[in-house]
Each structure stands twice: as C-alpha cells, then as structure tokens.
C-alpha cells in the first residue's frame, strides 16, 4: 500500500487568506485525488490530478477557487482561495493504487487536512 | 444529486452482533463498489471491495452482498468487536473513468462491548 502524509494536519485561518495543503506519497502514482469531508459528512470529491496534465474538476468546483498543482508523481497540492468559514472542512488527498497484486480501481487516503476559517 | 444512498446512519450493535449496511445506486455504469472504513481524525481505508460479476465477497469477517438487478450491495461485519466502531462508506466508481469515487452518507457504527 502507498503510504501518504499531508501537511498541514489542521489550521485556522482568517476569511479571505488563502491556504495550500500539501500531499505526499511514497511511491510513484498516476492518479492522485482530493476529497472534501465536512465535519460528520461524506466525501466529495474536489478533483482528479494528473502529472503533466490540468486538473479535472467536478461540479461545483472551480479551478479559481482550488487551484491543484502536480509538480512530479510523488506530490500534489490543493489550495483554498480566499476563504470563507463555508470552506472549513476537512480535505483529503488519495492515490489509485498501483502495482502487481492491488485491485483496480483501490484508492489509499492521506489522513487529511482539518482546516477552519473564521 | 445523490447517486449512493446509504443507511443507516447510525447503528449499535452488542458484541458479537451482525450490523448489516445497507447501500443502493442509481447509475447502471458503476462498476466498482468498495467500503471504507474511518476512525476519528483518520484518512478511510479500503476494506472490501466488490465488482458486479459476483454476488458475494468475504474478507475475514467482512462480507460484501451485490444485488445487481436491484441496484443494492450491503456490507455484513460477523462477530463485530468494539475495534470495529467507526464510520463506514460505500462508494461506487466507474472503472473508464479513472476510479473517481462517489461516496455514500456514511454509517456510524458502535459496537458495545
């Protein structure tokens, strides 16, 4: 399995600052994801993130808003543009699992990013 | 619009017991339904995972249920064990489309001891 870290864990940050949360794995990977969970809610997800590709994003979520950068095949970044207490989620990243014996299609998670705008 | 339902939202259950969640679709071109698994201020983790072929899955104590004509899968935990509370989530995916997983609402499982 990939093993994946995030940083920051958790911040607090004012309404309209921004915040870039940064996602590693320690294994090459194709596909990289990232998700919104709203305290006691289901995932959504935010965008699909490719090495040399832009981001894909799903409805309701605008590149001006979450910019994604994927610099190699190891690390990705989201950022949270001019935020407001709405954004205060908790953001995760993911990665398709790859290599002999992993299943199609199975995704590991980071822990996640617990972020609060006041 | 949703495209998992999941219920129910929250279930306990004595040790020992059989909690059973239930999920169902709507899109006919879903062809990956896995279960997640999350504990408080963790990432999910894979669990258990079906593809519509088979009717049935069993890892261990965890066991997937596939309807396809309904639409339903459900995950069975056999001899649940108070580690066993967390948050569950199935979700569904379409394998052309780069496993982007949609998620359902998420159960809430307590196990007593």
């Known amino acids: 399995s990939a093993v994946i870290s995030q940083k920051p864990s958790r911040d607090i940050c004012q309404r309209g600052t921004s915040l870039t949360i940064q996602c590693q794995v320690d294994s090459q990977v194709t596909m990289m994801f990232w998700y919104r969970q709203q305290p006691g809610q289901s995932l959504t997800l935010i965008a699909t993130?490719?090495?040399?590709?832009?981001?894909?994003?799903e409805s309701g979520f605008v590149i001006d808003k979450f910019p994604i950068s994927r610099p190699n095949l190891t690390f990705s970044t989201l950022t949270v543009s001019n935020m407001s207490p709405e954004d205060s989620s908790i953001y995760l990243c993911?990665?398709?699992?790859?290599?002999?014996?992993?299943?199609?299609?199975?995704?590991?998670f980071g822990p996640g990013t617990r972020l609060l705008v006041l | 619009q949703q495209q998992v339902k999941q219920s129910p939202q929250s279930l306990i259950v004595q040790k020992g017991g059989i909690p059973i969640i239930n999920c169902a679709y709507e899109?006919?071109?879903?062809?990956?339904f896995p279960w997640y698994q999350q504990f408080p201020g963790k990432g999910p983790a894979l669990l258990i995972a079906?593809?519509?072929?088979?009717s049935e899955k069993k890892e261990g104590r965890f066991t997937i249920s596939f309807n396809k004509s309904a639409k339903q899968f459900s995950l069975h935990i056999m001899d649940s064990q108070p580690g066993d509370s967390a948050t569950y989530f199935c979700?569904?995916?379409?394998?052309?489309?780069?496993?982007?997983?949609?998620f359902g609402e998420g159960t809430q499982l307590t196990v007593n001891p």
């Open positions: 993911s990665v398709e699992g790859q290599g002999v014996g992993i299943p199609l299609g199975t995704q590991y």
């Open positions: 899109n006919t071109a879903f062809d990956y």
């Open positions: 079906i593809r519509p072929d088979v």
């Open positions: 993130a490719n090495q040399g590709s832009e981001a894909t994003y």
């Open positions: 979700a569904a995916a379409r394998e052309t489309s780069g496993s982007r997983l949609t």
